[in-house]
């Protein structure tokens, strides 16, 4: 478990994520990357969940965007297709490594500019289970994952409201689960057609 917000317009597109990355198997902490660029497309990968599996989906996109016709609105559409196709084989993978079958969880959003519809645009993809296809969600202003902690505060683009929230939802998420699964440092990625900044909002 982990923390992945976003806030969307059309002009600008804000990814926020946590930091502490810990091994599926020993438990061990470390640092991790939740979200990385795709800079020439002014595009962004995160990741909440498996980060093994993440990197993977990653290089796929990665790869695609060398294409001379490459498109955002034709990635969005094959991602949610990607995912369950390579599910099968990081499942058993895992299964063999020794992962418990309910770890096995990613949620991912890719986001970034559209020059065919001259905006941002962002969408949402949940898979856990082999049997279900990934859930695919276009995304209106944005998401909070987890969204309980988050209740009745007003979106803000705000790099000190950003960092408010996501030291809340990393509270509730260490005390609804008993233990530290949400910490480390809260990244924020802020694309803008001219830039893509990545800051470090400080410790959560």
């Given amino acids: 478990m982990s923390i992945l917000n976003v806030l969307l317009r059309p002009d600008q597109l804000l990814i926020a994520v946590d930091t502490l ?12 990357a939740k979200l990385l660029l795709i800079p020439q497309h002014h595009l ?4 909440r969940g498996s980060t093994q599996f993440f990197l993977r989906i990653y290089e796929l996109c990665l790869q695609a965007s060398f294409r001379a016709d ?30 418990s079958k309910s770890m096995l969880h990613t949620e991912l959003v890719l986001g970034g500019w559209s020059p065919e519809g001259k905006r941002f645009m962002a969408t ?9 296809q990934t859930e695919v969600l ?7 994952s987890p969204g309980e902690p988050l209740a009745g505060r007003k979106d803000s683009f705000d790099p ?22 949400a910490g480390g440092r809260l990244l924020m990625a802020n694309l803008t057609l001219s ?7 400080g410790t959560i």
Wanted: aromatic share 6%.
């Fill in 138 to 144: 276009p995304l209106v202003g944005g998401m909070a």
């Fill in 21 to 32: 990355a810990q091994d599926a198997l020993t438990g061990a902490a470390s640092s991790g």
């Fill in 160 to 181: 000190a409201d950003v960092l408010a929230a996501g030291r809340l939802q990393a509270a509730w998420l260490n005390n609804r689960v008993g233990r530290t699964v």
């Fill in 44 to 47: 962004v990968l995160a990741t």
């Fill in 70 to 99: 490459f498109a955002l609105e034709q990635l969005i559409r094959e991602l949610g297709l990607v995912i369950d196709q390579i599910w099968p084989a990081y499942e058993r993978a895992a299964l063999e490594a020794g992962l």
């Fill in 124 to 132: 949402a993809y949940a898979k856990s289970d082999i049997e279900r």
């Fill in 195 to 201: 830039s893509t900044i990545i800051l470090d909002l």
